[in-house]
Every structure is written in structure tokens, then in C-alpha cells.
């Protein structure tokens, strides 16, 4: 893609932002603990929401340090994840799908860039009904060091050819934020994690409840 002064990319983080999944998720973790009989703590989902399992498993719930044994119950983890929302089923949050189809329909360039594993990513786009939409996806195996760390971000803008300072963040973690703001980006955040105020406090420069506030003239703005 050659790329002009006006063009824009957006990245699109995935839980939290096209989805919210968490409930999923964080019951995915019980059925793991319970399955492997190992202790969770309370609050244990909030310290690693945002975070690689690779990091939550040896830091914040403190399963083991193995490598091997770490990957085996991350591993096992994202497929109760994967059968949960198969059970529950799942829809895009409010003005995902309005947004992407402006997107699309405006030949504008648009990714992925999230810590989840592809398998999730494609079984909840089937299960959402959005498949075909995104044509590249960053997810958890092409990266190697992860949010805050702005790798994710700087990939997926490399994969729709535009650079950094040029693309918009959809986020709704601190660390994506973070990871965001760090890798030139502007960042749009969003409240389905994090209360207003929180979000407001970071340098994000848009805080919305969803979608349905946003419109891609009104993000052109965010670069004049």
C-alpha cells in the first residue's frame, strides 16, 4: 500500500475491544484451577487481565516457573476458553460492526494487534459472526515480548504498510494503552475494562463507552 499524508491505519486490540469476553475468560482460569488442582486467589483476574499467560502463570498466580508447564496450562487454558464461548456464544460489543463495515466500505487499513492466540481470535469470529473482516492479525505467537511492550502495535501497523504515527490504538488495558502511547500511537480507549476516570488519567487521546461514538471523520481530527 503506498501511503499518503491522509491515510490512517487502526489497530484493533481484541478482548475488551471487539469483544468483551472476560467472563469467559476468567472462567476459562476456573476450569483450569479446578481441572489441574491449583489455588486461585481473589482478584487474581484483574492483576492479569491485559497480560500473556506466559507472564500471569509464573507471576501473578504462581503456578510454576517451568517454560514447558507454563505453555502445557496456557495451552490448556485457551481451549476451555475456546469451548466456553462456543457454549455461551458471543456478539461484538455496541458499533463494533457498524464501525468496521465504515472501515471497509472507506478502503481504509485496519488490524489486529492483541495478546490473545490466533485459534481464539478465529473461533470467536466465527461465533461472532464477523469473519472476513480483518485481513491481518498480530496475535500472541508473532510476538515476543508483550504489552506494555509496543511491539504487537508496531506490527500490525508494519502489516498494513502505515506508519506508527499515522495509526490509531484501540485499547481498553493500561498496558495497552501503554504499549500504544509508547509505540507513537494514538490511542483510543475504551470504558469496558476501566472506569472513565482511570482511562482519562493516561494519555489516551479519546476515552468512549463504544463504538457507537466514534466515526472516522472524528478521528481524522485526532491528527489535525
Known sequence: ?????????????????????????????????????????????????????????????????????????????????????????????????????????????????SSTPRENIMAVMQTAGIEGFFSEIVAAKDVTIGKPNPEVFLKAAAAIGISPERCIVFEDSLSGIEAGLSGGMKVVALTTTNPRDVLEATEAALVVDSFEEISIEGLRSLFA
Open 1 to 113: 500500500m503506498s501511503q499518503s499524508d491522509d491515510v490512517i491505519g487502526f489497530i484493533f486490540d481484541w478482548d475488551g475491544v471487539v469483544v468483551d469476553s472476560s467472563k469467559q475468560h476468567e472462567e476459562s482460569w476456573e476450569r483450569l484451577a479446578a481441572q489441574e488442582g491449583l489455588p486461585l486467589f481473589e482478584g487474581h483476574f484483574k492483576i492479569g487481565f491485559g497480560k500473556r499467560n506466559e507472564w500471569i502463570i509464573p507471576n501473578s498466580i504462581k503456578w510454576t516457573e517451568d517454560p514447558s508447564e507454563i505453555e502445557r496450562l496456557g495451552d490448556e487454558k485457551e481451549r476451555h476458553y475456546r469451548e466456553i464461548i462456543r457454549e455461551t456464544g458471543l456478539e461484538p460489543l455496541p458499533g463494533v460492526r457498524a464501525f468496521l463495515d465504515s472501515l471497509q466500505q472507506s478502503n481504509l487499513p485496519f488490524a489486529v494487534g
